[in-house]
C-alpha cells in the first residue's frame, strides 16, 4: 500500500466537508494509507469524521508560528513527505491549497498539478478541465512525490471508515519564511462560500437587480444546504458582489446541483461549473446554448418558476 498524505483545511473551527472527497481521493478505495494532516491544533477533535472517510493515520503537525507563515507550512508537509514516505499528497484547490501546494512544490522541486478533478497514485496522473471546460486532459507528473490540489466537491465522498491513531509530529522547520500572515480581514458575510455548496443556484442579468437577488435567497434557503452565486454580466450590472460570481474569471464549483437562472450558457461561464453533478437551466429563450449543456431544462420566466419551486420546497 502507499503512503498518501492529505492536507486537511478547518476554517472558523469547522472542518470543511469537502475534505473528505480528497481523503476519498487519496484513499483509492482502500489501495492506499491516508495520512491526514492537521495544523490547527485540532487533530484529536477531527479525528472520527477523517477516520469514517478512510483516513488511518491523524497527523497533529506544529511548530512555532504555523499558522501565519504559509511558508512554515509548505515546510512541514516536505518534512512530512519525508518522514512518512509519502509518494502523494493532496489538498483543496481553494485559496490556502493553491498558496501552499505552490510553496512546496518550489522548495521540493517538483511538478504540481492544480485544480485536478481526478488523481490516479500508481499512474502518476492527474485529470484537468481544459480550454474553457470543452476537454480533461490527463496529465502524468514525472516525480517521485505526486502533488495536487483538488477541486471541491469534484470527487464524491465515500464513508470507509478505518480504525485511526493520532500521530504527533513537530519536525525541526524554522520559519516564518518570506510572507507572514499579520491580519485576516473577513467579509462580514455569513453566506455559504460557493466553493463549498453541494447546491448552487445562480442568476444572470436577466435578474435585473440587486434586490431580485432575494428570490433566490429564500429558494436557496428552501434547499438548505444551498449557496447563491452570480453570472460575470450580473456582477457587472452591479446586481451581485464579485465574490459570488462563478465562471472563467470568478469561481470554479463542483456542486451536486447546479441552478441556473437567466444564463445564456456562455462558454466562460460554463467553464466555472461544467463539473457540476446535475445542471438544471431555467431561460425564457428556448434557443438559449445553455440548454445544450444541461440535465433538465424549463423554459420559463424565472421570476415565476424560482418562486414556484421555493413554494414546492417548502410543501414537501
Do not use: W
Not at 66 to 94: M, R
Amino acid at each position: 500500500m502507499a503512503n498518501i498524505g492529505v492536507l486537511i483545511e478547518i476554517e472558523g473551527g469547522e472542518l470543511k466537508a469537502t475534505n473528505f472527497g480528497v481523503i476519498t481521493a487519496a484513499s483509492e478505495q482502500g489501495k492506499n494509507d491516508v495520512y491526514a494532516i492537521v495544523m490547527e491544533g485540532a487533530a484529536e477533535a477531527v479525528k472520527d469524521q477523517l477516520s469514517a472517510y478512510g483516513a488511518g493515520k491523524i497527523v497533529a503537525a506544529d511548530a512555532d508560528g504555523l499558522a501565519a507563515s504559509p511558508d512554515l507550512q509548505a515546510a512541514v508537509l516536505g518534512a512530512a513527505i519525508q518522514e512518512y514516505s509519502l509518494v502523494g499528497l493532496v489538498g483543496l484547490a481553494s485559496a490556502r491549497g493553491r498558496d501552499v501546494f505552490a510553496r512546496l512544490a518550489a522548495a521540493q522541486g517538483l511538478p504540481m498539478a492544480a485544480d485536478c478533478v481526478a488523481v490516479d497514485f500508481a499512474a502518476k496522473t492527474v485529470q484537468k478541465s481544459h480550454f474553457s471546460g470543452k476537454t480533461v486532459a490527463t496529465i502524468r507528473l514525472d516525480a517521485e512525490v505526486v502533488l495536487a490540489t483538488i477541486r471541491p466537491n469534484a470527487i464524491e465522498p465515500v464513508n470507509a471508515p478505518v480504525e485511526a491513531e493520532v500521530l504527533q509530529f513537530a519536525p525541526a522547520v524554522s520559519g516564518p519564511g518570506r510572507v507572514s500572515i499579520v491580519e485576516a480581514k473577513l467579509s462580514g458575510s455569513d453566506k455559504m462560500d460557493l466553493t463549498e455548496a453541494g447546491v448552487i443556484i445562480t442568476g444572470g442579468r436577466p435578474i435585473g437587480s440587486a434586490e431580485n437577488y432575494k428570490i433566490l435567497e429564500e429558494c436557496a434557503a428552501a434547499l438548505g444546504s444551498a449557496a447563491v452565486g452570480a453570472s460575470r454580466a450580473a456582477v457587472d450590472a452591479g446586481f451581485a458582489p464579485h465574490s459570488m460570481q462563478v465562471g472563467q474569471t470568478g469561481k470554479t464549483v463542483s456542486p451536486k446541483l447546479y441552478i441556473g437562472c437567466g444564463l445564456s450558457g456562455s462558454v466562460q461561464h460554463f467553464a466555472g461549473m461544467k463539473t457540476s453533478k446535475v445542471i438544471v437551466a431555467i431561460n425564457t429563450d428556448k434557443d438559449a446554448p445553455i440548454f445544450e449543456k444541461c440535465d433538465y431544462g424549463i423554459i420559463g420566466d424565472l421570476f415565476e418558476v424560482v418562486p414556484a419551486l421555493t413554494e414546492a420546497l417548502k410543501e414537501k
